[in-house]
């Protein structure tokens, strides 16, 4: 038998270094990347699989056993104070949540939206409550549009538990800054918002239970202020509630981990150089493994985890551009080639980030990039595809949620629905006050006569409640399935009872066309990594790759592909369309002829 001395040297010396660590006790998250097989450091030869084995102790296999299925775990009676029945999967999600707390470990509870995360994790403070000989408080941190949420859950399913909501909307300024440990130490549960967390130093020194980060995606910039104060805060345990553990890319999921379990995941350099090698290997098993105990994710589609929801049917929208659009797109194409031409590094990454802004505002309406505010209909064909889509939810009296990730196209959108509906109907964006979303949101549920509700896909794309509507258009594409996904669901959740049917407009022939091919990518990186089964990279592409995805397809682009609309040329020199945008065209260098929009 040959032995070689090579690999049987490396091997015994990468069992005494391990035998020497683990002298003291092996660090946890050390023992856990053993088990797992996700050496973050350079990869073990492929031929060490051969002659050695790692296998958790007794204990260890247990508890990850019973992380991995919280299903078996033993029930936990909440008793009469919780105001609610709990489905069977929320309260495995609360076992589950409870049994990490007691192990001092971090946890992502990752349901998809709409399940109830908020409602398993009251119940969790309930049952800690309870147990508690010496009462500390949790604190939870929200994006601010959904504090009046949290407030309103609270004291319909636990209001036995004291609440106390730390934000300018709830509190005086003075009274905020007055808050310490001894003060906050009279309620069960603080709710805060990320932006007022950053003026809350003092929040840093007190010794919570919990601390939980709702729609945690906020903190996936390891880099951002708000990220950097929430990973300071002192916890028992942390919890992230998140729809979308993976938003973009693997990083976000190293600085999700870096909040609930700091270390696991090694450095940010480390990991991404460890993904890396997975990724060329296209084998992200090692990974898998290593997160799966403390990521629990149920998704709405599987009838095994809710059978009584309603179906969701996802359909595209493909609308034409207008002569207006197009003459537009070209010119911006031509103008990103001279552009790219000589530019380099950072600087080309702005050129290229802007340029696709500026594709999405031209394809949403010519208005919105020449900033005429004439914003006539006829001169968007996104406009004349919402005007067919809407007369339809109109005729059947049902209600419509449309999202946008532009202010500035709310107002227009509104102006177009309220004279088709021939009613007005509700407007949500960043700059409403938080006091005021709630209210929209009572009466958008309540009130019959209200037929839409148009959301900035920030302001509105996560946390609320919206389930009187069964339409949810997505007027201009985030290019993220994730959070396309978060927004459509306000719709697609429990209390939901018809079918749910949603509109993503896509500009044939455009950009808008040629990344909603590329979407899919996103959606097998979750798999691969999540489920046993990313942003894309736009600035990083070639300059040929970057042009031939955002060249107008003219045949497709265009009504019947001819450029002709009953049998008229769709511009000429005397037509009213010209008359009317020949200064905005000409001062955006379309060209100074109209034989620009002829040969279009």
Not at 95 to 108: D, E, I, K
């Amino acid at each position: 038998m040959e032995v070689d001395k090579k690999v049987l040297k490396r091997l015994l010396d990468r069992f005494k270094a391990i035998e020497e660590a683990a002298e003291d006790g092996l660090p946890f998250a050390d023992a856990l990347r053993l088990v797992a097989g996700a050496s973050l450091g350079e990869m073990p030869d492929a031929r060490d699989a051969d002659w050695s084995q790692i296998a958790a102790g007794p204990w260890l296999a247990e508890t990850l056993r019973a992380l991995r299925e919280p299903e078996g775990l033993a029930r936990i009676d909440p008793g009469p104070a919780l105001a609610a029945t709990l489905r069977p999967y929320q309260q495995a999600g609360v076992q589950w949540l409870y049994l990490l707390s007691r192990l001092g470990l971090g946890a992502c509870l990752a349901d998809d939206m709409g399940l109830g995360k908020t409602l398993q994790v009251l119940t969790l403070l309930l049952i800690l409550k309870r147990e508690s000989a010496e009462p500390r408080p949790s604190l939870l941190v929200a994006p601010a549009s959904l504090l009046a949420n949290w407030a309103a859950e609270a004291q319909r399913f636990v209001p036995s538990l004291k609440v106390l909501i730390a934000h300018p909307s709830s509190m005086a300024t003075a009274d905020l800054r007055a808050l310490d440990a001894a003060r906050l130490h009279a309620f069960d549960l603080v709710i805060t918002s990320y932006g007022t967390l950053l003026r809350l130093p003092q929040f840093a020194n007190v010794q919570w239970r919990l601390a939980v980060a709702d729609e945690a995606q906020a903190i996936k910039n390891p880099g951002a202020k708000q990220t950097r104060q929430v990973k300071k805060l002192r916890a028992h345990s942390r919890i992230a509630l998140t729809g979308t553990p993976v938003e973009n890319r693997l990083s976000d999921l190293w600085s999700l981990f870096d909040f609930t379990h700091p270390g696991l995941l090694g450095t940010e350099k480390v990991f991404a150089g460890f993904v890396k090698r997975l990724a060329h290997d296209q084998h992200f098993g090692p990974l898998r493994a290593l997160v799966r105990p403390y990521i629990l994710r149920r998704m709405k589609t599987d009838k095994r985890i809710i059978a009584d929801l309603p179906d969701k049917t996802e359909v595209n929208a493909f609308c034409h551009l207008s002569p207006l659009q197009s003459a537009l797109y070209q010119r911006a194409v031509r103008e990103l080639e001279a552009a790219l031409a000589g530019t380099e590094g950072l600087k080309r990454r702005g050129v290229v980030l802007a340029f696709l802004m500026r594709f999405k505002q031209i394809c949403n309406h010519p208005s919105q990039w020449l900033g005429d505010e004439a914003w006539a209909e006829g001169d968007s064909g996104k406009f004349a595809r919402l005007r067919e889509l809407v007369e339809v939810i109109s005729a059947k009296q049902e209600k419509v949620l449309v999202f946008t990730q532009f202010r500035e196209t709310t107002a227009p959108l509104a102006a177009l629905l309220g004279g088709i509906f021939g009613q007005e109907g509700l407007v949500l964006h960043g700059a409403t006050p938080v006091a005021k979303r709630r209210e929209l949101v009572k009466r958008f549920q309540e009130d019959e006569r209200t037929p839409f509700f148009i959301l900035s896909l920030k302001a509105g794309g996560a946390g609320l409640n919206l389930t009187a509507a069964s339409h949810v258009i997505h007027f201009d594409r985030w290019w993220n399935p994730a959070v396309e996904n978060q927004a459509t669901d306000r719709a697609f959740r429990i209390g939901q009872k018809r079918n749910v049917l949603v509109h993503k407009f896509v500009c044939r022939g455009t950009i808008e066309d040629r990344i909603d091919q590329l979407i899919e990518s996103k959606r097998q990186l979750v798999q691969d990594v999540l489920e046993g089964g990313a942003e894309v990279m736009l600035t990083e592409m070639s300059d040929k790759e970057l042009l031939d995805l955002v060249r107008l397809d003219i045949h497709t682009a265009q009504e019947g592909g001819t450029g002709r609309r009953q049998g008229r040329p769709y511009a000429h020199a005397d037509s009213p369309f010209w008359r009317r945008h020949r200064e905005d065209l000409l001062g955006k260098g379309v060209g100074a002829e109209p034989r620009t929009l002829q040969r279009l």
